[in-house]
């Protein structure tokens, strides 16, 4: 007699490895599904010393559905154990729901890699419009796109009652109180984010003047494109390297939002334009400074996400055109500086909960 079924949803993870914005989505997402109607959820723990193959078999016999998040950072090392439970998950008839975040804007290597679970999921839940064209356009897989459906992406990070302290928050404050301008950029700094091009605004705005201070609040992601070496070559050229920090890994939400409170308005030219994929953008938002950023590349983009759509078009977020001139970005900073734009604070519940409602339709 075969086991009971016990958890309706069985979710992958990398355990406390997991400390980049996907694995901390796949942590939030659990805790709001189970929370939506006390669904039962459970997690299976996949790195090089958890999840051997008779653990991940009796894991997936024990759900109905396997829950699998991409591009997970973690797991690099390991990214057959995730395949295996998709691929177990399949053959025990149990439904496999993918969450795919990103897609053209990984190297190919990365992308090549996936194409095992997009085969085997059933479904595949996208949070941009423009994702899911990439997927869709894709030689090689680019069938699968079929079975994607859209869900509205909340943010990882809340806001946090009190904020900490910390020697690069007094750096940003003594700058501020002396007169300069501090522009943030948060998030993992990789090339769709063209962070150079945030070296040529800053480099803008020091030739006319404004003393800029730019601040990267997160860290580069380790990879084959070598956008690291790339950027402080950059910031040598430029003569920027005493105008430029790279705070590195934050480690809480109250250190991040503290750096945060000392940012007058945060930058991101984006190659691809501001898709609904976007958890950073969401995340500087809270800080209640302006948000600049690339338009969408469609205007259907935010269609699906009417709460993103809201901090648009009440101003937290200032869309700079596609094409638009790194003089443009400058523009748009200054000019936002100047006028003050009062908009609705981020109800984060609220965000969660149609994010979790979206993806539990489909468990």
């Known amino acids: 007699m075969s086991k009971p079924v016990e958890y309706k949803a069985l979710f992958l993870g990398a355990g406390p490895q997991m400390q980049c914005g996907v694995g901390q989505f796949t942590h939030l997402l659990r805790e709001a599904v189970e929370q939506l109607d006390r669904t039962s959820c459970t997690v299976l723990t996949l790195t090089r010393s958890a999840g051997s193959l008779g653990e991940i078999w009796r894991a997936i016999g024990s759900a109905q559905t396997v829950v699998c998040n991409f591009p997970i950072v973690a797991w690099k090392r390991v990214i057959l154990r995730p395949f295996l439970a998709l691929a177990f998950a399949r053959l025990r008839g149990r439904r496999v729901v993918l969450i795919q975040h990103e897609w053209a804007s990984l190297h190919w290597l990365r992308r090549l890699t996936y194409l095992p679970a997009l085969l085997l999921a059933n479904t595949i839940v996208m949070f941009s419009p423009q994702v899911r064209r990439e997927l869709a356009s894709d030689p090689i897989i680019g069938r699968t796109a079929a079975k994607c459906v859209l869900a509205p992406l909340p943010p990882n990070i809340e806001a946090p009652s009190q904020t900490t302290d910390t020697p690069l928050r007094r750096r940003l404050k003594a700058a501020r109180q002396d007169g300069r301008m501090v522009i943030g950029h948060f998030g993992s ?76 308005a945060f930058c991101y030219p984006l190659e691809e334009g501001l898709t609904a994929r976007r958890a950073s953008i969401l995340t500087a938002v809270q800080a209640g400074r302006p948000v600049i950023v690339t338009g969408p590349s469609h205007a259907d983009e935010f269609d699906h996400h009417l709460r993103f759509k809201s901090l648009i078009e009440h101003g ?33 519940p609220s965000w969660w909960y149609d994010a979790a409602s979206a993806i539990k339709a489909r468990l």
Do not use: M
């Not at 063209?194 to 609040?217: E, K």
């Not at 920027?240 to 007058?264: H, K, T």
């Open 316 to 348: 937290a977020i200032v869309l700079v055109p596609r094409g638009s001139s790194d003089d443009v970005y400058a523009d748009a900073i200054l000019n936002s500086l100047e006028r003050s734009a009062a908009y609705p604070p981020l109800d984060f």
């Open 189 to 264: 700094i990789y090339p769709g984010k063209q962070p150079n091009t945030l070296l040529n605004v800053s480099a803008i705005l020091r030739d006319r003047g404004h003393r800029p201070l730019t601040v990267y609040i997160g860290s580069f992601i380790k990879a084959l494109d070598n956008v690291e070496a790339g950027f402080h070559s950059r910031l040598s050229e430029l003569g920027l390297s005493d105008d430029v920090i790279v705070s590195g890994y934050v480690d809480s939400s109250a250190e991040v939002f503290g750096l945060f409170d000392e940012v007058d």
